[in-house]
Structures are given as C-alpha cells and as structure tokens.
C-alpha cells in the first residue's frame, strides 16, 4: 500500500511545511540490516491547516514528526519550513528554526523536568533565547499558564508529578507556546489521558489554534479523535503513506483497503447498529524486510500479482483525494460508525 510520489502536494509557495521523499533508517547492529522506518514520504501543510497523520503503531508516524524537527536528522530528503531547508542547517541555525516549530509529546509527564518547578519550566525557553526583559517574560509566562488553565501562583510552587496527567500535557502545551511557535507538531498528545480529559485537551488546542494562529500536525492512531480535529488527513502503513483527503472525504468515502479496515474498528456506542466490517489477517510485515510491491499486498483482500511486482504511487481519484493502490475501493461507503457521527456533526 504504501506509494511514494508527490502528486498530492500543492503549491509550495503556499506551504507553512513541505516534505518531499522523506527517509529515516535505523542500523539494526552490526547485522548490516537496518530498521526502513519512513521511506520516501512526502507531505505538505498550509499555514492555519491541521494536517492528521494516522496509522498503526510502528507504522512511522511518530518518526516522521520527530525527522520534521530533526530529531534524529532524517536518511535523505527534504524538510522545508517557513521557506527554509532545514536538513542543511547547521546547529545553531537549527536550534533558531525550532523556535518556530514546536512538539508536544506522547506522555506529558516524562516531557517534563521532575525536579524544576513548573513555572521555570515554561520560563526556561525565553531565558535561553532572552526574549524581553525579566519583567516581561514574567508576564508571558503567567499569561500563557492562564491561557492553557493552569494557575500561575501554584505553578511557581510545585513540580510536575504534583499535578494530573492532563494538567501536565497543559503545561507541555504552555512551555510550547511560551516562544509564539507557528507549528506545533502533536505526538499523540491525549492518547495517555482518561476521555473526559481528551476532550477538554483537544478544545483547547482548538481554541489555542484560532487565538495564535496556529499550524498543527496531529499524530494519532485514534481516528475518531483525528475526524474532530484534522482539515487534512494522511494515512500512514509500514513506513509509507497510502491515502491523502480532506478530514470529511476520507471518512465518508474511504478508497485505501487499509483505511477501510482502520474506519471500521471504531467501535459504536450503540448495539442495535450493525457496521460493516472489514477483517484483515495476519500482523503488519516487519520494517527491516519490508514486502516487495505494495507493503500491505500480504495483507490486503484485493491484492492481486501486480501489487506483489510494482509499487502503487499517489494518484488522484477525486477532489484533492489521492490514494497508493492499484485497485482502490473506488468511492466506497464509510462504515455506519463514521458514516452516522458525520451526519450528526
């Protein structure tokens, strides 16, 4: 499943971030094999868009955003932010450019310094980069704690684990907008938190997204969660990227065998609605000795000889809806779940 190509990427002169034929490897020893953990993914954001980046666990996601920040610099390939290539900076250029670009963690908890408080905590980068005087970082500090729900007097008198998962991933979300970043790259930000706390967690980057302008990349394995909060949508197998569509279509008309599979195991509150489901077989292939062809082609039930032999690219079946396979699920229905949570939205 998995395609390269880059028909599905606009304008760049248009684009906060463009990816183009990414590649992260990892030496697996001294085997002389090595771990193909994104290869040769290409995707871009517009400035003010979400983009959504989803898939099972293992699929690249993760790596993606950290090789978008460079953390670790990717194999090969191209990351152009704000207009500047950033896998030819140097580190002190680099250090600047993350300024711009932020990320929030998985685990809000271990992203934290458990022996700072946790108003040094966010006061930390502008002291680094001395932005203003003492007094008015002061003031940016307080009024950014106020902003994500955190209450700056007792921020200045506890430490992290004195406080809930949740209102730790606030505190991330603070200390990442304490320098006015344009993009904040979202690793799976309430996949450790209770469903109550998830929802309050993605209003406020919603509102905190309107107020400062925001660009998100949201990577998620919880699809419902990406419906609610994604313009854009980017569906991630095995390293490589299959599916591309605005939020609404993808959800409503899923064209990739495999995000027809990931639609239908959202699960649905209701026992009197029968979904449709779509089983696969089989765990996905290991990333050191990827399939030939098509990645998802052991996997796949349409998967014919030419999906073994010759690897799909990214083409467009609809408007801006782009899919890797050779013979996708042509305006397919999206399974009842998904199909009744729209229509009640």
């Not at 711009?100 to 946790?118: E, T």
């Not at 040094?120 to 970082?137: C, F, H, M, S």
């Not at 949740?166 to 938190?193: H, K, N, T, Y």
């Not at 095995?238 to 699960?267: F, M, Q, W």
Request: aromatic share 4%; net charge neutral; charged share 25%.
């Amino acid at each position: 499943m998995a395609g390269t190509g880059t028909a599905h990427l606009r304008d760049a002169a248009d684009s906060l971030l463009r990816v183009e034929n990414l590649v992260v490897e990892f030496p697996v020893g001294r085997t002389g094999l090595k771990v193909n953990a994104v290869s040769g993914i290409s995707l871009d954001v517009l400035r003010g868009e979400t983009l959504g980046l989803v898939g099972e666990s293992g699929c690249g996601k993760s790596t993606t955003g950290r090789a978008i920040m460079q953390l670790p610099r990717p194999t090969s390939g191209s990351v152009s932010f704000e207009g500047k290539e950033l896998t030819s900076m140097g580190g002190d250029q680099m250090r600047e450019a993350r300024t711009r670009m932020q990320m929030i963690f998985q685990d809000p908890i271990s992203s934290l310094n458990p022996r700072r408080k946790v108003r040094d905590i966010v006061l930390e980068p502008l002291t680094i980069w001395k932005r203003g005087t003492k007094a008015d970082r002061d003031r940016r500090v307080d009024a950014v704690l106020e902003e994500v729900g955190i209450d700056p007097q007792r921020a200045a008198e506890s430490q992290p684990h004195q406080f809930s998962g949740g209102q730790c991933q606030r505190i991330s979300i603070a200390r990442s907008l304490v320098l006015d970043p344009s993009m904040i790259i979202c690793d799976e930000p309430v996949s450790a938190l209770d469903v109550s706390v998830q929802a309050q967690v993605l209003n406020l980057l919603e509102d905190l997204k309107a107020r400062y302008g925001l660009t998100l990349v949201f990577i998620a394995h919880d699809l419902a969660v990406v419906k609610n909060i994604s313009d854009r949508v980017a569906v991630m197998y095995l390293g490589k990227i299959c599916e591309v569509a605005g939020s609404d279509e993808l959800y409503r008309r899923p064209a990739h065998h495999y995000t027809n599979v990931l639609l239908s195991s959202i699960p649905v509150p209701d026992p009197s609605i029968v979904v449709q489901r779509h089983p696969i077989e089989g765990e996905p292939p290991s990333p050191v000795l990827p399939p030939s062809g098509c990645r998802f082609h052991t996997r796949c039930p349409a998967s014919q000889e030419r999906c073994v032999a010759e690897e799909p690219k990214l083409r467009e079946i609809g408007d801006s809806h782009f899919v890797a396979c050779h013979f996708p699920v042509h305006g397919g229905d999206a399974p009842v779940a998904v199909r009744s949570s729209s229509t009640a939205g």
